[in-house]
Nanobody, 119 residues
C-alpha cells in the first residue's frame, strides 16, 4: 500500500513558477513509475509528466520545455517543477504511483493539489 500526498500548489501569475511535491509513504518507492496528471474543470484527467523507475522521462506536449519531473528515491518524493505558467495550466494536479500493466493492483493516486494561474 502506498499513500501519496501532494503539496506546493497555489495561485501564481502568468509566467510564474511553482514546484509541486508528492511524498509517498509505504515500501519500495523506487519500484514505482511515478507521474503527474492534471484535471481542469469540465475536462478529462491528462498526463502531464512521468518518470519511470528506471528514470525514463515522458512529457505531454504542453509541458515540454516548461515543466521538469524528477524523483528522489531516498526521500520517497517526486517533484514537478513548473515554469512559464499559463492560465491554461490551471487545474488540480494529481500524483500517481504504479507498477505497470503486469501489476494492476499497484496503482495509487494522491488527493490532488490546486494550481491556479491568473493575474
Amino acid at each position: 500500500q502506498v499513500q501519496l500526498v501532494e503539496s506546493g500548489g497555489g495561485l501564481v501569475q502568468p509566467g510564474g513558477s511553482l514546484r509541486l511535491s508528492c511524498a509517498a509513504s509505504g515500501n519500495a518507492f523506487s519500484m514505482y513509475d511515478m507521474g503527474w496528471y492534471r484535471q481542469a474543470p469540465g475536462k478529462q484527467r491528462e498526463l502531464v509528466a512521468a518518470i519511470a523507475r528506471i528514470g525514463t522521462l515522458n512529457y505531454a506536449d504542453s509541458a515540454k520545455g516548461r515543466f521538469t519531473i524528477s524523483r528522489d528515491n531516498a526521500k520517497n518524493t517526486v517533484y514537478l517543477q513548473m515554469s512559464s505558467l499559463k492560465p491554461e495550466d490551471t487545474a488540480v494536479y494529481y500524483c500517481r504511483a504504479n507498477r505497470g500493466s503486469l501489476f494492476p493492483g499497484y496503482d495509487y493516486w494522491g488527493q490532488g493539489t490546486q494550481v491556479t494561474v491568473s493575474s
